[in-house]
């Protein structure tokens, strides 16, 4: 799991996301939202937000047609993370 996750944030945008949600632990946001604040085109953050909620570092939650991403809550993956942007 940690290599696979070391391969994925070569990638910058994916990177500069994943740095939001470990800073910012209990934000939920769009990927529109998220588009906005890593000024990137929202296609290109869908793309990297649906890598990293297939590798469960992201949740992704509906309401209704809204869609909110948000950070893992799994321990274990957490401390892949935390290992990761330590060593960075």
Do not use: P
């Amino acid at each position: 799991m940690k290599d696979k996750l070391q391969k994925i944030l070569k990638d910058t945008l994916t990177r500069d996301i994943l740095t939001f949600f470990y800073q910012n632990q209990a934000s939920i946001d769009s990927a529109s939202g998220i588009s906005a604040w890593v000024h990137y085109d929202r296609e290109e953050v869908q793309t990297a937000l649906d890598e990293l909620v297939r590798f469960d570092v992201l949740k992704k939650d509906s309401t209704g047609s809204a869609k909110g991403y948000s950070y893992t809550r799994d321990a274990k993956i957490m401390k892949i993370v935390n290992e990761l942007m330590s060593d960075a």
